[in-house]
């Protein structure tokens, strides 16, 4: 940015030394700064700029949630919201980086399209609904009954034990944690579904 | 590698830098290629060929890490005479049951241990993807085996192994696989030329490699490479899968799959483990060696830490409380049951079969044909619209007004608002801590099942059924906290490492497991990830602040191990193999092994260790045989039992081919599993008639900017404008056949679907000559669907469903298509195309071609 040429009317005012000093080229060919990408280049407006990793409320270490790699990521909090997130240099893994999709972590997280509400489409409707989440847990815990109710199967033809319901499907858990999937296999297997998969199978 | 994942690729590129030369296989020219030293474009579905011939080259030359190979696999072991090899049976193995598509494997066996396959038939393994409990949990091998140290004797493993992969040559590989001789050639070298007492060569494969009906042989061709080369068990060696989501290694160890408890023991089937004792004795096979001899200590656990105070020895431990198997309950038969009507009920936890799976408008009509489906995501995803939006609704398959689903999306926590684990693609554990709170009514998986438990406890309260006993019974009493009562992650991380019942404390590790019941431990191979506890994966020890193998950051299954099977990392004396390649090795003075990791055997059995006769468990494994897990101690170079599809691997066609195996009268993998289901359909394959309806190969795989089926990148602005549509890449060539424009559009059909695309006319496909003629392959991103701030059609709505007979994964990269200029149809005139060309091709949808090629075959289908 070139921004000598916004002083020219209040040169004498100024004083001709601040003016000169006042363009990059002079501070890039007297300073540090031969190529003008770094200090030479600066205005008070970036030399008053900090990064917003800086003043952050607290830093979670954490890890990129797309593929397997396992990249650590540091995640950013201010004000409760979360500000930035950047690749962990202290990671084995990763060394700091991040690609592409690691990078737009942000974005994912605070995305506008996220789905923050409850949503409930009838039977034959058109359209979907408000729901609270007690009720939608309610209303899900009476299917689940209901449909052990149905497909129940105490013992096979042979009176060999069953124990189950095939009246019940999941798929998904790979983008879970463990303790997740723990819990969830935990609950469906006491409950007797056995029709449990996740992106493994595929 | 560089396309989907990036970051680990750096690793490869500072490997490079160092003098290593990188080679990259691959239909389709991409950002991984660009960097490479070497790029090979190869047809879709033919990388048995390729690493056949690679074995073929070793052996040919003598290039195998002689003493590795005589030591440490069964390279020695003298098959039963009772075997016979695909080379003779032109694409079938001895013990081929034409009646169920399956092997009896009684004649596989180790000479000596014929009768040792357990029930031999293959036929339920298949049907419960089974046949890798066996490898994982070792086949049995009981007693000795015979051997012949001079690998001269025609019937051991060596031997066997070069007749079969005798007709591999390069010349064959260029007339299968489309690579010319000269780079294959320069491949085989290269790979041969970097390996053995002072370097070691790594494999790694993405998992696209498993989306295949022969996967598991690709894997296992792989594995015998690295053996046969000493690569297995070093630094800078083995055979690396490239998984691709967070915690899918997780998911995998902690099952959310049918088959599979925690641990990999193996979900109970109603006619193989009818008893406790049953279950067990067919996960440890008593009298067998190896680690595995202490199942009984690792199943009692499990139940323990279920079922509490009620499981006890005198009950053997709840285990009538688990559900049986009783065949395919996978997740493509639950769609076809969905389409016909008897699942009630589906959960959707942060995956988008409408998009991410295999023949989508069967995903989509079988869910339009739940009584209810719950929707767990971050985003409104496809498969929570498909009533409203999808391709059918266009086509009238779908009415609103007649689509009975209730539907319930409830939003999910993302990974910075909630902390726990995920199990990185190198087993290890990373914990994260939580930033901010879910915003709305999103919440994590664990606050959703942990009430749906809390909520079903409570309506069953006062219920009398045996059936509720096993939800009444179970230890559900995590301590909560925040204003939503999150429960402890921290909780069921302590359980699952496992502590003592009686007094609480966290387990130190797997060796103190006991089956009396006085341990409890949710998944025996996690145990030590809460030793004294403390999180261990939660540990962040700068890698600054560490060596290079970093054993301080997270925590890696087993007991922070990093490299698997390492005692394969010394010679059989014990000493390192070579200076530069010193990983873990026997201190005579100290009595130890030690090393940079954690030893993967006996702290202090001694190289020379010899099991007494009759020994088992871990007592009959020699000081020598670092393949602890394995009922002989050996890496399989051929296995006699645990692969469904063959002892060895054998190149097949796909499932959807426009040639003709060149290598054996059989066509394709004839134990695949294959659906008879009025939605399900194949193309015709020579020497089926109508091949030529369908005369270009396709594939699909991911870019750099998206993530699987779209749901997290579609829906993310700075990535959606880096990959803003669908598009196909086509070469030049097949442009002007087909009279494709660039930038402009074109269609793809299959028997199940047309799709539509932009074109990409690229250098980065290549035309490959095949057996004497020319084979187009196009390349398709299937990250796209209809719902995101950029959409488009799906590539996976092109598949049809056939599976491998082992893991029951399905072929889904590759396939038969036609492509055409042009936008596609719309409304009703696409199903009109569609079966247009299901008639041209001859296709009657619930048929199949019988598994068994025979060349008469193509008058008509034969059904299931």
Redesign the interface.
């Given at each position: 940015m070139f921004r000598g040429s916004l002083a020219w009317e209040g040169v004498s005012g100024l004083g001709l030394r601040t003016f000169i000093e006042g363009w990059p080229v002079y501070r890039q060919l007297t300073g540090t700064d031969p190529l003008g990408r770094g200090a030479a280049a600066k205005s008070d407006g970036s030399r008053a700029l900090t990064a917003r990793t800086e003043d952050a409320d607290?830093v979670?270490?954490?890890?990129?949630?797309?593929?397997?790699?396992?990249?650590?990521q540091r995640?950013f909090?201010k004000d409760?919201?979360?500000s930035q997130?950047e690749g962990?240099p202290?990671?084995?893994?990763?060394?700091g980086?991040?690609?592409?999709?690691?990078s737009?972590?942000k974005?994912?997280?605070t995305?506008p399209?996220?789905?923050?509400?409850?949503?409930?489409?009838?039977?034959?409707?058109?359209q979907?609904e408000d729901?609270e989440?007690d009720t939608?847990?309610?209303?899900?815990?009476?299917?689940?009954?209901?449909?052990?109710e149905?497909?129940?199967e105490?013992v096979?033809t042979q009176g060999?034990?069953?124990?189950?319901?095939?009246?019940?499907?999941?798929?998904?858990?790979?983008?879970?944690?463990?303790?997740?999937?723990?819990?969830?296999?935990?609950?469906f297997?006491?409950?007797?579904?056995?029709?449990?998969?996740?992106?493994?199978?595929? | 590698m560089a396309e989907?994942?990036?970051?680990?690729f750096?690793w490869v590129m500072e490997a490079k830098r160092r003098g290593a030369k990188v080679f990259h296989v691959d239909p389709r020219f991409t950002r991984t290629s660009a960097v490479a030293d070497e790029y090979l474009p190869i047809r879709a579905g033919t990388d048995i060929a390729l690493l056949g011939g690679v074995v073929r080259y070793i052996l040919d030359n003598e290039l195998d890490f002689r003493e590795y190979v005589l030591s440490y696999t069964n390279a020695a072991t003298i098959v039963s005479e009772e075997f016979s090899d695909t080379e003779d049976g032109d694409g079938f193995f001895s013990g081929f049951d034409p009646e169920t598509g399956t092997y009896v494997q009684d004649s596989w066996q180790y000479e000596g241990h014929e009768d040792s396959s357990g029930s031999g038939h293959t036929a339920q393994e298949r049907d419960s993807a089974a046949g890798l409990t066996h490898e994982s949990h070792g086949a049995p091998v009981g007693g000795q085996t015979r051997r012949d140290e001079t690998l001269q004797h025609p019937r051991c493993v060596y031997q066997i192994l070069k007749r079969h992969f005798a007709r591999y040559t390069p010349e064959m590989v260029e007339r299968v696989c489309g690579i010319s001789q000269a780079q294959f050639l320069e491949l085989a070298r290269a790979w041969t030329a970097n390996s053995g007492r002072d370097r070691t060569g790594m494999l790694i494969y993405s998992v696209g490699w498993t989306?295949h009906s022969v996967g598991v042989q690709y894997i296992r061709t792989g594995a015998i490479i690295q053996l046969l080369l000493g690569n297995m068990g070093r630094p800078g060696g083995g055979v690396m899968a490239?998984?691709?989501?967070?915690?899918?290694?997780?998911?995998?160890?902690?099952?959310?799959?049918?088959n599979l408890?925690?641990g990999y023991l193996p979900?109970p089937h109603?006619?193989e483990h009818?008893s406790f004792d049953e279950w067990v004795d067919s996960i440890r096979h008593p009298g067998q060696k190896g680690f595995w001899g202490n199942a009984r200590s690792f199943a009692a656990s499990l139940l323990k830490a279920?079922w509490g105070d009620a499981a006890t020895p005198e009950n053997d431990f709840c285990y009538?409380?688990?559900?049986?198997?009783?065949g395919d309950?996978?997740?493509y038969q639950?769609v076809l049951?969905?389409i016909d009507g008897?699942?009630?009920?589906?959960?959707?936890?942060?995956?988008n079969?409408a998009v991410?799976?295999?023949h989508g408008r069967a995903q989509r009509l079988g869910m339009a044909n739940l009584?209810?489906l719950?929707v767990?995501?971050?985003?409104?995803i496809e498969s929570?619209t498909f009533?409203?939006n999808g391709p059918e609704v266009a086509t009238g398959e779908i009415v609103?007004?007649?689509?009975?689903?209730?539907?319930?999306?409830?939003?999910a926590a993302?990974?910075?608002?909630?902390e726990?684990?995920?199990?990185?693609?190198?087993r290890?554990?990373?914990?994260?801590?939580?930033?901010?709170?879910p915003?709305?009514?999103?919440?994590?998986?664990?606050w959703?099942?942990?009430?749906?438990?809390r909520?079903?406890r409570e309506?069953?309260a006062d219920s009398t059924l045996?059936?509720d006993r096993?939800?009444l019974d179970?230890t559900w009493d995590y301590p909560t906290h925040g204003p939503h009562a999150e429960?402890s992650?921290e909780a069921?991380?302590r359980?699952?490492n496992g502590y003592d019942v009686a007094t609480g404390r966290p387990l130190s590790g797997f060796a103190e497991a006991r089956a009396d019941g006085s341990t409890a431990i949710?998944?025996w191979i996690?145990s030590g990830v809460y030793a004294d506890g403390v999180n261990q994966a939660?540990r962040?020890?700068?890698?600054?602040e560490?060596d290079?193998v970093?054993a301080e950051?997270g925590w890696a299954w087993p007991a922070n191990r990093r490299i698997l099977y390492n005692r394969a990392s010394a010679d059989p004396d014990g000493n390192p193999w070579s200076e530069r390649k010193r990983y873990v090795w026997w201190d005579a003075e100290k009595a130890e092994w030690t090393g940079y990791d954690v030893p993967d055997f006996e702290k202090t059995k001694p190289p020379s260790y010899r099991p007494p006769v009759g020994a088992s468990g871990p007592e009959g494994i020699a000081g020598d045989d670092p393949f602890v897990m394995q009922g002989d101690g050996k890496g399989w170079l051929y296995a006699p039992s645990g692969v469904l599809d063959g002892p060895l691997p054998t190149h097949y066609e796909p499932v959807e081919s426009p040639v003709r195996n060149p290598l054996y009268g059989q066509q394709a993998n004839p134990t695949r599993k294959m659906y008879a289901h009025p939605v399900n359909s194949v193309n015709p394959s020579p020497p089926q008639e109508h091949a030529q309806v369908f005369p270009y190969v396709f594939t699909v795989s991911r870019l750099?900017?998206?993530?699987?089926a779209g749901a997290?990148?579609r829906?993310?602005?700075?990535?959606a404008e880096?990959q803003p549509e669908m598009f196909v890449e086509v070469s030049p060539a097949l442009a002007g056949e087909v009279g494709l424009t660039h930038l402009g559009w074109a269609h793809l059909v299959s028997g199940r679907a047309v799709i539509e695309a932009k074109v990409l006319v690229t250098d980065r496909l290549t035309p490959l000559r095949v057996d004497g003629r020319i084979i187009h392959q196009v390349w398709l991103p299937y990250h796209f669907g209809f719902e995101?701030?950029v959409t488009g059609d799906s590539a996976n709505d092109l598949f049809g469903i056939s599976l491998d007979p082992n893991?029951?994964?399905?072929e889904?990269k590759v396939g038969t298509c036609d492509v055409r200029p042009g936008r596609r149809p719309t409304g009703p005139a696409l199903l009109d195309l569609v079966a247009d060309y299901q008639r041209r091709a001859g296709i009657v949808p619930g048929q199949h071609a019988p598994a068994v090629t025979t060349d008469n075959e193509g008058k008509e289908h034969g059904a299931s």
């Open positions: 607290s979670a270490r954490s890890v990129c949630p797309y593929c397997a790699v396992g990249c650590g995640v909090v409760g919201q979360v997130i962990d202290d990671s084995p893994i990763s060394r980086r991040l690609c592409p999709k690691g737009a972590s974005s994912l997280v995305s399209l996220r789905q923050t509400t409850v949503r409930y489409r009838r039977p034959y409707s058109t979907w729901l989440l939608a847990l309610d209303m899900i815990a009476d299917r689940i009954l209901a449909a052990r149905q497909t129940w105490d096979d060999r034990p069953l124990n189950r319901t095939l009246g019940i499907s999941s798929l998904g858990g790979a983008t879970l944690d463990n303790e997740e999937n723990y819990l969830i296999k935990k609950l297997t006491a409950m007797g579904a056995l029709q449990i998969e996740n992106q493994a199978r595929i | 989907a994942h990036p970051v680990g750096q989306q490239l998984r691709g989501h967070a915690s899918i290694q997780g998911s995998t160890d902690i099952p959310t799959l049918f408890l925690p979900m109603h006619a009818p279920y009538g409380y688990l559900p049986r198997l009783t309950h996978g997740t639950q049951n969905m008897k699942i009630k009920g589906y959960f959707l936890l942060g995956q079969p991410g799976s295999a009584d209810w719950v767990r995501d971050l985003f409104m929570a009533w409203q609103p007004e007649e689509c009975r689903t209730e539907v319930f999306f409830l939003p993302s990974h910075v608002e909630k726990g684990t995920f199990t990185q693609t190198q290890l554990l990373q914990w994260r801590e939580k930033a901010v709170e915003p709305g009514d999103a919440r994590s998986e664990l959703f099942f942990y009430h749906l438990g909520k079903l309506k069953l045996p059936r096993a939800l179970l429960p992650a069921v991380l359980e699952i949710g998944c996690y939660a962040r020890k700068s890698r600054h560490q290079w970093a950051w750099t900017e998206h993530h699987t997290m990148s829906t993310v602005s700075p990535l880096l995101g701030l893991v029951l994964i399905q889904s």
